[in-house]
C-alpha cells in the first residue's frame, strides 16, 4: 500500500515516530499495524547477497544463505568498466529480490588512503572519478531490479583500527574533492535508496551525528532524498543523530534509543520536526519498495557466467617478459601454490558469504590440459607464515621437471580482513621464498596473485610473468584459467597504485594515526596524484595493465579550444587502433593538469574514460566527457574554475600519455578585495594601474640601492619586492595615506580613475 505521507505523519503519535527511527532486529525494521507499515529486510553485500540464515550466528559469517559470490570491489574496480558493474549489481539485486531482500548494503565506496587498509579489498579506487562512476553504474543496475543500494561508508572512512571512535582530521578541500566527490557522484548519477554513514569521528564529531555532512552538504548541496542508516550498532548519541539528519539507527536495540528520542522532544532538547524528517525518509522509502514488490526468480547460472567475465574483466596482467603468455596448451606445467586447488576467493568479515557455485583453479586447468601435463605441489602451508622447506624442495623439484612453473599465492585471511588493518606491503615469507625458489629452479615461472590489496614483489625481477587476479569471487579459478591460455585476453588496468615500499606511500607517516585521531596530512595529493606529482616510481602505475595483443592511440582532440563556465560540456576524443594479432580491449584515459596559479593542484587527475573491443587491426573513434574541472577553494567555501591553459593527457596508464592537448579555460571571477596588505607584485598586470606598480618597483629598487650597481643586491630586490605589501611602500614614503587611500578605492572599483 502506497502511503499519503504527510497524512500519516499528522496522525502518528511522537512514540510511533521514534519506534520507526530504529530496526526491530539485527536485519529488519519495525511495522506499525495501524497505519499498515510492514517491516523490510536488509543484508550484507556488495559483492554478493550475504543473508543470514542460522540464529546462532547474529552476523550471520559462517551461516549465511548460498549465493552468486561475486568479486571483490578491488577486482571489479580494475575492469574499468561501467556497463559490467550495472551487470554486476542487477545480478545481485535479482538474487536479494528472489530471497525478498529490499535493500542491499553496498557498494563500498571509500578512498584507498592506504595500501594498508584492512578492507581495501572491499573498496574500489584511489580515485574519486572511477569509484564514483563505477559506483554509481552498480547502484543502477541492482536499483533497476527493485532492490535499493546502500552505499557506504560516509565518510572518511580509511582504516580499520580504531575504526569505531577515530577522529579523521581532514581539511575541507581534501574532504570535497576526493572523500565526498565520490559520493557526491554516486549519489548524483543514481540516487540510491538509502545511504549509510560511516562509524568515525570528521573533524572531531560523529559521522552520524554530523549536520553539515548529513543535512547541509548530502541533502541540501546534493539533493540526496534517501534515507540514511547507521552503520551497524554505528550510534554514538541518538537524539544528537535525529537532530544532524541520522534517519535510521540499525540493528534494533530494544527500544533504548526510542526512548531516548521521546524523552529529548519532551525535554525541548529535540524539535518533533526533525524526528518528522527522519520518519518522512522512512516513508518515503518505504513507498519506493512498495511499488516494486514482485518476486523474481535469479538464473543462477547467468549470473556465475556475469562472475566468470567480471573475474577475468578485473584481473590484472602486470609482467610478460618474452611473451610467456599464454600458454601453450603441449607443454608440462608444474602447478603449485596452495592457492590452485583452495583459492583465496573473496575478503574477510561482513562481505564474506557462502559461495553458490566454485570454480577451483587446478579443476579448471584440467579441463585445459590433460593431468598427464599437469604436476601440483602446495609449496606452503596456507596457515603459516614461514617457509615450510619440506614442501619449497617439493615445488623446487616438480618445477625443475616442468616446462613452466606457475604459482598461485597472495595474502592470506590473516594478512588482511575486515577488522584490521595489514602491517605491511609484504606477503607471507613462506609465498616470497617460495616463488624465489621455485624461478630459481625454472626460469619460466608465472605468478597468479590472490589479494586484495597492493603487495611488495621483491622476486618480481626473477619472474617471466605476474598475473594480478585479485579476489574473483567464485569464478576466479575459469577466469585465471582462461587469461593463462589465451581463451581471453587480460585487459584489466589497476584502480590503485603500487607502491615499490610502503614509506613511499603519501600517508605512510599518519596511518593509521593514534588511538584518538589521525591526520590526512597529503591533504590531495592520494594515490597517483602524489606520486606523479613528487615524482616517485611506483612499482606499478595508476591504469596500468598489459594485453596479449597491442594498441595505438592517435589524432587526439578537444571538442573546444575554450571553455567557460556555462558552455558545452567539453568532450576529448582520439582514435584507438588494435596494431596486434589477437581482439581485445583497451581503457582510454584521459587526464588533466591545471594551471595551478590559484591553488596547489596535482600534477595529474583522472577526468574520464572509456573501455573499448577492438579487433586486430581495427580502429574506432572514442569520445570521452570531460569532468568537471573545478577546485574546493575553502576561502570562498565553493566549488572555483581556475583560469588559464590546461593541459589535457591521453593515454593507457598514469604513466604513459603520448596525446597532449591544450584548453584554455575562462575562471569564475570573483572581485578580489585589496587592502594595504596586497603586494606590489599582484598589482604589475594590472589594466588600470600596471604602469605605476611598474614605475614604484623601479624607484623603490634604485632608493633602496642608493643607485649602486650590485648584482647580488639588485636581484634581492627585484625579487623581494614583488612580495613588498603597500603598506610598507607607505611606511617608507612611496606611497602617502592619501595615495594608498585613493589607490585601493580605484582597484576595488569605488573610484574610476587611474593613480597617477
Not at 78 to 83: E, L
Not at 377 to 386: I, K, L, T
Not at 624 to 632: E, G, H, N, R, T
Request: hydrophobic share 35%; with cysteine; aromatic share 8%.
Amino acid at each position: 500500500m502506497i502511503l499519503e505521507i504527510e497524512k500519516v505523519l499528522q496522525e502518528m503519535t511522537l512514540e510511533e515516530k521514534a519506534s520507526l527511527c530504529s530496526g526491530l532486529g539485527y536485519w529488519d525494521t519495525k511495522p506499525l499495524e495501524r497505519f499498515q507499515i510492514e517491516s523490510f529486510v536488509m543484508t550484507d553485500g556488495p559483492n554478493g547477497v550475504r543473508m543470514q540464515e542460522g540464529t546462532n550466528d547474529r552476523f550471520g559469517l559462517n551461516e549465511s544463505a548460498k549465493a552468486t559470490c561475486f568479486p571483490t570491489g578491488s577486482c571489479l574496480a580494475s575492469s574499468w568498466d561501467t556497463d559490467l558493474l550495472y551487470q554486476v549489481g542487477a545480478a545481485i539485486g535479482r538474487e536479494a529480490k528472489a530471497k525478498n531482500v529490499s535493500l542491499v548494503l553496498g557498494p563500498a565506496v571509500n578512498m584507498k588512503r592506504s595500501p594498508l587498509c584492512g578492507r581495501n579489498f572491499e573498496y574500489l579506487s584511489e580515485d574519486p572519478l572511477l569509484a564514483g562512476k563505477l559506483g554509481a553504474a552498480y547502484v543502477k543496475g541492482m536499483q533497476k531490479q527493485g532492490v535499493g543500494a546502500t552505499p557506504k561508508h560516509f565518510a572518511a572512512n580509511n582504516q580499520e583500527r580504531f575504526r569505531q571512535t577515530i577522529d579523521s582530521r581532514v581539511d575541507e578541500r581534501t574532504l570535497r574533492e576526493i572523500y565526498l566527490r565520490v559520493f557526491e557522484i554516486v549519489v548524483k548519477e543514481s540516487a540510491p535508496w538509502m545511504l549509510m554513514s560511516s562509524y568515525n569521528q570528521i573533524n572531531g564529531c560523529f559521522a552520524s551525528q554530523n549536520r553539515k555532512l548529513l543535512t547541509d552538504i548530502l541533502r541540501k548541496d546534493w539533493g540526496y532524498q534517501g534515507l540514511v542508516v547507521t552503520d551497524w550498532y554505528g550510534t554514538n548519541v541518538r537524539p544528537l543523530g535525529v537532530a544532524a539528519g541520522q534517519d535510521l539507527e540499525m540493528p534494533g536495540n530494544g527500544g533504548i534509543s526510542d526512548r531516548e528520542i521521546i524523552e529529548a522532544v519532551q525535554a525541548g532538547e529535540l524539535s518533533e520536526d526533525a524526528v518528522d524528517e527522519c520518519v518522512r525518509h522512512f516513508l518515503m522509502l518505504y513507498n519506493t519498495l512498495q511499488k516494486e514488490d514482485t518476486l523474481v526468480k535469479p538464473d543462477y547460472e547467468e549470473n556465475h557466467r556475469i562472475a566468470v567475465k567480471a573475474a577475468a574483466e578485473g584481473s590484472v596482467l602486470l609482467k610478460n617478459e618474452d611473451k610467456i603468455l599464454p600458454l601453450s596448451e603441449n607443454k608440462k606445467i608444474a602447478v603449485i601454490g596452495s592457492f590452485a586447488k583452495k583459492p583465496r576467493y573473496q575478503g574477510g568479515g561482513s562481505s564474506h558469504l557462502n559461495a553458490n557455485h566454485m570454480d577451483y583453479p587446478w579443476d579448471q586447468l584440467t579441463q585445459i590440459v590433460s593431468k598427464e601435463q599437469l604436476t601440483y605441489a602446495a609449496g606452503y602451508d596456507p596457515e603459516v607464515n614461514e617457509p615450510v622447506e619440506e614442501l619449497i624442495e617439493e615445488a623446487k623439484n616438480i618445477a625443475e621437471a616442468a616446462d613452466v612453473a606457475v604459482i598461485f599465492c597472495g595474502l592470506t585471511d590473516n594478512f588482511e580482513s575486515e577488522g584490521f588493518d595489514r602491517e605491511t606491503l609484504s606477503m607471507p615469507e613462506s609465498h616470497n621464498a617460495l616463488i624465489r625458489a621455485v624461478a630459481k629452479a625454472n626460469p619460466n615461472t608465472v605468478v597468479v596473485l590472490e589479494n586484495g590489496s597492493p603487495v611488495t614483489m621483491p622476486w618480481l625481477g626473477e619472474v617471466k610473468a605476474v598475473l594480478e587476479s585479485y579476489l574473483g569471487g567464485e569464478a576466479a579459478g575459469s577466469a585465471a584459467a582462461d587469461i593463462l591460455f589465451g581463451r581471453v585476453n587480460p585487459s584489466g588496468k589497476l584502480a590503485e597504485t603500487f607502491p615499490a615500499r610502503l614509506e613511499d606511500n603519501p600517508s605512510y607517516l599518519n596511518f593509521p594515526g593514534c588511538s584518538s585521531y589521525v591526520e590526512y596530512r597529503e591533504g590531495i595529493f592520494i594515490g597517483y596524484r602524489y606520486y606523479a606529482s613528487a615524482d616517485v616510481k611506483p612499482l606499478f602505475p595508476f591504469g596500468y595493465g598489459l594485453s596479449y595483443t597491442t594498441f595505438s592511440l592517435s589524432d587526439g582532440a578537444v571538442s573546444a579550444a575554450a571553455y567557460k563556465r556555462g558552455d558545452q560540456p567539453v568532450t576529448v576524443s582520439c582514435k584507438v587502433k588494435n596494431t596486434g594479432s589477437r581482439a581485445g580491449k583497451e581503457v582510454v584515459q584521459v587526464y588533466v593538469k591545471a594551471p595551478g596559479t590559484e591553488a596547489v593542484r596535482p600534477k595529474l587527475e583522472l577526468k574520464g574514460f572509456t573501455k573499448v573491443f577492438l579487433e586486430p587491426g581495427e580502429e574506432k573513434q572514442v569520445e570521452i566527457p570531460l569532468f568537471d574541472l573545478d577546485y574546493w577553494n575553502p576561502d570562498l567555501s565553493s566549488w572555483e574554475l581556475e583560469g588559464g591553459a590546461y593541459e589535457i593527457r591521453i593515454g593507457n596508464s598514469s604513466e604513459n600519455l603520448p596525446l597532449k592537448l591544450e584548453l584554455q579555460v575562462t575562471g569564475t571571477v570573483k572581485r578580489k578585495t585589496y587592502d594595504h596588505n596586497t603586494m606590489l607584485g599582484e598589482l604589475l598586470e594590472h589594466e588600470k594601474v600596471g604602469e605605476w606598480a611598474k614605475d614604484t618597483r623601479r624607484a623603490f629598487t634604485i632608493e633602496m640601492t642608493g643607485g649602486i650597481e650590485n648584482t647580488h643586491t639588485k636581484l634581492l630586490l627585484e625579487k623581494s619586492t614583488l612580495e613588498l605589501p603597500l603598506l610598507v611602500l607607505r611606511n617608507t614614503g612611496f606611497l602617502p595615506p592619501e595615495k594608498l587611500k585613493t589607490l585601493l578605492e580605484v582597484l576595488n572599483g569605488q573610484e574610476e580613475r587611474t593613480q597617477e
